[in-house]
């Protein structure tokens, strides 16, 4: 997530996802989105002046190494790449017969006429009684690791790190609650933090202490240099620093260690006090969506229901929320054939009307003060089709095998996907996206290490990680299908016999799953169990914290399933 004044891959292109990637020659360009995008891209980027490529199945370097005229030479922002990045493009320009080289500024803002500012918003204090541990024990507890490794200081370039290790929040991002800036912890557990100190109010100085220093961000060179002239061993993160820190440390003779930013791991294991926050925003989350989904089944059959009308009324129900501060993400309100593509954004010129037979995929989240939230429904509009009730069936029964998974202390999410893919896999189908994000504490709602996905992770799943369980399956033109609930990491009791630890998940978004789409002949037993037990978990949470009507709603909507 950028700011406004960064936004540069819309602007030059018109594609406005999450994650993508432009190369452009003298002649040729190219863009290169992932699976979740492929559709979005069709639509917003002219394929005229864009080759529009699948980044997995069609790499850029592939491109670079073919489009790249011999001798050409391929500039790159080094504030905008990092050091694992720049070899392989390098490689990929020197295949041609080409070069890349650093430029001094940004080519894009170079000729970005009516480019935004840079965001002026306060920084502001995130109070311990949601933080759950003081800033200046993780601070210690970061310098601690620097001096078993023999390192001096660690580079930070994640927003979230800094918010994390501080304990502060700040309003630079739309949905995710950054102050956007950089930092440098000393294995004396100072930091050197640089930001504009016009956005560190006096509260936020006193709440830092002393052993926090604010510079101008004009002021990283220069600490860099004093690291360089000591020979220090100074740590960055190979895969998120940019490569202007790490080639300026090397040039001036400091000793670059690679490795991973040390907040990242503490900040995915969530503490007590996150744990309790993130139970009692999914709580107040879950009650909100039950009176929208209430709500949804008398309007949306009438027929004048827009998406966007959807996802104003269910922010407007989180808004009777005092904790909430924003949505987490720009809710993905989709019917029928919108529902199919994986990240889409409803537009005026887009918004379509919820039909009777369409299905209704709503993907939506939120920003509380004690935590964050994530979870996507699919809902019939009337009677749904029956190809629909099997992919949704499919969908659920992998929802639910990764819910009720009991695994070995040290097992990865990537050893974990094919549960939630096996039974659409049964019949030759799959969806195009990872199964599982981790999720922030009031922090991002995307967050690592962990997740779970096809691609390769080596990070194992630890007690307290938050983690999203969001099998699916899209019908181009037709439907879209996702099941999402947040689910955190912790210790399983080991039957009797037990050689190894186990681990196991505990659910804690709250919101009935449609039923209306469930084919209960494909559920077992044991699935059946599991849909009865949490819609029993549902409705005794949420009756107590939505309306009269909504109780109502609420004991139909989780009524035991049934076997046909």
């Not at 109070?127 to 390192?151: F, H, M, T, V």
């Not at 009865?532 to 309306?547: F, G, N, Q, S």
Request: proline share 7%; glycine share 8%; with cysteine.
């Amino acid at each position: 997530y950028v700011p406004p004044s960064a936004e540069r891959l819309a602007w030059l292109t018109g594609f406005t996802g999450s994650a993508g990637l432009a190369v452009v020659l003298a002649k040729r360009a190219a863009l290169f989105v992932d699976g979740r995008y492929t559709l979005q891209v069709a639509t917003q980027a002219d394929a005229t002046l864009y080759d529009l490529r699948h980044i997995s199945n069609e790499p850029a370097t592939d491109w670079i190494a073919e489009a790249l005229p011999k001798g050409g030479k391929l500039a790159y922002d080094p504030w905008l790449l990092t050091p694992t990045q720049v070899p392989r493009y390098r490689e990929a320009a020197q295949k041609a017969g080409g070069d890349l080289i650093p430029i001094d500024g940004n080519l894009i803002d170079a000729v970005w006429a009516d480019q935004p500012p840079p965001s002026s918003a306060p920084v502001r204090v995130h109070p311990l009684k949601y933080a759950g541990r003081k800033s200046a024990d993780k601070r210690q507890d970061i310098a601690e690791q620097l001096k078993a490794e023999g390192q001096d200081a660690q580079i930070l370039s994640a927003p979230d790190s800094i918010a994390w290790l501080l304990n502060i929040r700040g309003d630079d991002v739309p949905r995710t609650p950054l102050a956007l800036s950089f930092a440098v912890i000393h294995k004396s557990a100072k930091v050197d933090w640089f930001i504009d100190p016009a956005k560190v109010p006096a509260a936020v100085l006193r709440h830092v202490g002393k052993d926090v220093r604010v510079h101008a961000k004009g002021a990283l060179g220069d600490v860099l240099d004093k690291l360089a002239r000591k020979q220090a061993h100074v740590r960055i993160d190979p895969m998120a620093d940019p490569m202007w820190i790490a080639a300026r440390l090397a040039d001036g003779g400091a000793v670059v260690e690679r490795g991973q930013d040390l907040c990242i791991l503490p900040k995915a294991r969530k503490n007590d006090t996150e744990i309790a926050g993130m139970r009692a925003a999914h709580l107040r989350d879950g009650a909100a969506v039950a009176n929208f989904l209430c709500w949804l089944e008398t309007e949306a059959p009438k027929g004048e229901t827009t998406e966007l009308d959807a996802s104003d009324r269910l922010y407007d129900f989180r808004q009777e929320n005092d904790l909430i501060r924003d949505l987490s993400f720009d809710t993905i309100s989709g019917s029928g054939p919108n529902g199919a593509i994986v990240h889409y954004k409803a537009t005026p010129a887009t918004n379509r009307r919820l039909r009777k037979g369409d299905l209704y995929l709503v993907d939506s989240g939120a920003q509380y003060l004690d935590g964050t939230t994530d979870i996507t429904r699919t809902v019939a509009i009337g009677k749904p089709p029956r190809e629909a009730k099997d992919r949704f069936t499919r969908v659920l029964k992998g929802h639910i095998a990764l819910a009720r998974a009991r695994f070995p202390k040290g097992t990865t999410g990537t050893q974990l996907d094919p549960l939630a893919r096996q039974f659409l896999w049964a019949e030759g189908l799959d969806f195009d996206h990872g199964t599982g994000h981790g999720v922030g504490s009031y922090l991002s709602v995307h967050e690592g290490p962990q997740r779970i996905s096809k691609a390769p992770s080596p990070v194992a799943l630890e007690p307290g990680m938050v983690i999203s369980n969001e099998p699916g399956y899209y019908k181009t033109g037709g439907y879209g299908i996702r099941i999402e609930n947040l689910i955190l990491v912790g210790e399983a009791s080991p039957p009797k016999g037990a050689e190894r630890d186990l681990l196991e998940f505990e659910t804690l978004t709250l919101a009935p799953i449609d039923s209306n789409l469930v084919e209960a002949s494909l559920l077992d037993d044991g699935e059946r169990t599991w849909l009865d037990a949490y819609h029993a978990r549902v409705r005794k949470a949420l009756t107590p914290l939505v309306d009269k009507a909504t109780r109502a709603w609420l004991k139909q909507a989780t009524a035991p399933i049934g076997k046909a």
